[in-house]
């Protein structure tokens, strides 16, 4: 079971990449603005799991005051 969903995984990073670079070569996507708009999404992504962890921690530490 486990590798079919890393096949889709694998299938689904591809399908992604192979658009990205069709709008980069048929649509003349500038390369930086693509190199841009990763990291603009790669520092949202971090700053969603650091909010996500940070809030974990805080539910741990209140429900071990609890008690």
Not at 5 to 20: D, N, P, Y
Not at 46 to 62: D, K, N, P, Q
């Given at each position: 079971?486990?590798?079919k ?40 992504l ?19 005051r609890?008690?």
């Amino acid at each position: 079971m486990a590798k079919k969903s890393r096949r889709s995984f694998i299938t689904s990073v591809l399908a992604c990449v192979a658009f990205v670079a069709a709008a980069v070569w048929s649509w003349d996507l500038p390369v930086e603005d693509v190199i841009s708009y990763l990291v603009l999404l790669l520092i949202f992504l971090l700053v969603i799991i650091v909010a996500a962890l940070g809030f974990g921690a805080l539910l741990s530490w209140l429900r071990r005051r609890r008690k």
